[in-house]
Nanobody
Framework: HVQLVESGGGSVQAGGSLRLSCAAS????????MGWFRQAPGQMREGVAS???????DYLDSVKGRFIISKDDTKTALILQMNNLKPEDTGMYYC??????????????????WGQGTQVTVS
């Protein structure tokens, strides 16, 4: 079972940036779709970004041009670089792993493997 640990969240002013990191351990399949989803209190989960095994990315429309999903230089963590943050980006951000099916930002919400989350607050 894949263990995922998110870090890098915090509180920033609108227009600021944050870099989220997701460290994975345990069995990680090369075919896994990796991504991020977020959730604000009382709201539904929302897929943010995904990265498939071939390096193809997908993003929620509202974050396109502002967020970038990638692997770090050592290929040991999944990164979400968040730029020009807006108050509506506020929420708990979760890293997720999904096997099978289409890999997309929407799909990561259906993952059965995710971490504890890291809080992002934009004011």
């Amino acid at each position: 079972h894949v263990q995922l640990v998110e870090s890098g969240g915090g509180s920033v002013q609108a227009g600021g940036s944050l870099r989220l990191s997701c460290a994975a351990s345990g069995r990680v399949y090369s075919s896994y779709c990796m991504g991020w989803f977020r959730q604000a209190p009382g709201q539904m989960r929302e897929g943010v970004a995904s990265l498939d095994a071939d390096g193809v990315t997908d993003y929620l429309d509202s974050v396109k041009g502002r967020f970038i999903i990638s692997k770090d230089d050592t290929k040991t963590a999944l990164i979400l670089q968040m730029n020009n943050l807006k108050p509506e980006d506020t929420g708990m951000y979760y890293c997720a792993a999904l096997s099978g099916g289409h890999c997309s930002a929407d799909a990561v919400v259906d993952s059965g493997n995710w971490g504890q989350g890291t809080q992002v607050t934009v004011s």
